[in-house]
């Protein structure tokens, strides 16, 4: 198996569908996972967006602008449906992982083409359950790997870069706006394009410009629907809000220790055992500070699960690849090559399966069913499970963060026309958030009554 993925031949790539084809048949018919509190936050802002709310002016959520447009045309085709997100999330992740093989024997970043990056960036996306699925995280890497392709075009000699230093920008601007913790990324395309692709002015402003053309259609947009303010107001607060810990980083480093020490390896072998040309110096270097960025994003991040370890699938992928084409021991790399690819998705599958019923990270069953639309203000989203969302607070964490804020009569306003533009029939307010609103507004009081702790109902 080491040796069949190590040869160029494009037909090895039928070798790695079936893989994918088996472990996606494993994971879910075999041994299925329930659904996650993100994944039914992703879906309900889906439906809400598709009943004709916007995000942030109607809806407080920290999720990207371009992810909640997906994920409203998800609910259009599929509803709630967790195996189209599933199978969607494959298909984005199958691309990526022909683009990133093809991108590394483009331009030569090995002494010899081999598919063995394709069949390590598959088994490295098993690492998780929830790296194969649809999330804002795998759409925006989507156009961060592509952003990566191109900086890697620049380290080919005698190029011409004016299309490739637009597009560079460009798929960093779309990711930002998919994912807003990419915007880290900002400054690793200026960095590396003046230290390593050595950028002129004029190339340096093209990606800027490029980078920043979605975010600015973006912003059009909500001006002409009237919610900029709204916007420029909640976006920032996403980065303040308190952290969802839904999974450990010990979880992370008992599963990850193996291929950590398999990229270490490769990256001694690659810089200390071998010569390299020039190209594959630069894009070494391409590498290590983009795995650097993608730890860095880990500060900011307020979801704490493994689907935001995506980012750093590229970067492992091509200093692993490096250690087994620098091994002399055969027997070596034929072990390791196994425990990566049939060892990682194994223990990874039994080991988040013992978390489905320890873990907060998937959702419950709720013991009461309630009618009408809902508004949970607590982070227990199993009432939606059966229920839709009917008010405007989606991110407990984000919301709290946003009504615990000092306001004037303006804003005070704009808060109390926000619920009665949605008025839920039920709110479930565990930890006394809605109790606080109805003291501030006397009109809330005399529209919601309280029926027992923590239940308030809309009165007919």
Do not use: C
Not at 25 to 49: D, H, K
Not at 197 to 221: A, D, E, K
Not at 433 to 442: A, G, H, R, S
Request: net charge neutral; glycine share 6%.
């Amino acid at each position: 198996m080491f040796s069949f993925f190590k040869l160029n031949d494009p037909f090895r790539l039928i070798g790695i569908g079936i893989y994918v084809l088996l472990l996606t048949f494993v994971y879910l018919v075999l041994s299925p996972f329930p659904i996650t509190n993100p994944q039914l936050m992703w879906m309900l802002l889906g439906e809400r967006l598709g009943q004709g709310y916007y995000l942030y002016q109607d809806i407080i959520d920290d999720n990207g602008p371009l992810s909640a447009g997906f994920f409203t045309f998800m609910d259009l085709l599929f509803g709630r449906s967790l195996l189209a997100y599933e199978v969607v999330g494959r298909i984005l992740i199958s691309f990526q992982i022909l683009y990133w093989n093809s991108m590394l024997i483009k331009f030569k970043a090995f002494d010899v083409n081999t598919y063995l990056p394709a069949i390590i960036m598959a088994a490295l996306f098993h690492f998780s359950f929830d790296l194969l699925s649809l999330s804002p995280a795998l759409l925006g890497s989507t156009f961060l790997i592509l952003s990566l392709g191109q900086l890697f075009s620049q380290t080919v000699l005698q190029k011409d870069t004016s299309e490739s230093t637009l597009l560079i920008g460009i798929y960093a601007g779309l990711a930002t706006g998919f994912h807003p913790n990419y915007i880290l990324f900002l400054p690793y395309m200026i960095f590396t394009g003046i230290a390593i692709s050595s950028f002129s002015f004029r190339q340096l402003m093209l990606s800027l410009v490029g980078y920043f053309l979605p975010l600015l259609l973006i912003t059009l947009f909500y001006f002409w629907n009237d919610g900029l303010e709204e916007a420029i107001q909640i976006w920032p607060l996403t980065f303040l809000s308190e952290k969802y810990e839904y999974q450990s980083l010990l979880s992370w480093l008992f599963l990850g220790i193996f291929p950590l020490l398999l990229a270490v390896a490769g990256y001694f072998m690659a810089t200390l055992l071998r010569g390299s040309t020039i190209n594959q110096q630069k894009q070494r270097q391409l590498i290590i500070i983009w795995l650097l960025f993608s730890v860095a994003q880990f500060f900011i991040i307020k979801k704490q699960a493994a689907y935001q370890l995506v980012i750093l699938i590229p970067g492992l992928t091509y200093l692993i690849t490096q250690f087994f084409l620098n091994t002399k021991k055969e027997i070596v790399a034929k072990i390791a090559f196994y425990l990566l690819v049939l060892g990682l998705p194994s223990v990874a599958l039994w080991y988040w399966q013992q978390k489905t019923t320890e873990s907060g990270y998937f959702v419950g069953q709720s013991e009461v069913t309630y009618s009408g639309n809902l508004m949970v203000l607590g982070d227990d989203l199993s009432p939606y499970l059966n229920g839709k969302l009917g008010g405007p607070f989606l991110n407990y964490r984000l919301s709290k963060l946003y009504l615990d804020q000092d306001r004037d009569l303006r804003e005070k306003a704009r808060l109390f026309q926000m619920l009665q533009k949605q008025k839920p029939t039920t709110v479930l307010d565990p930890n006394g958030d809605f109790e606080k609103l109805v003291k501030q507004f006397p009109a809330l009081e005399s529209q919601y009554t309280k029926t027992s702790a923590g239940v308030f109902i809309l009165k007919k």
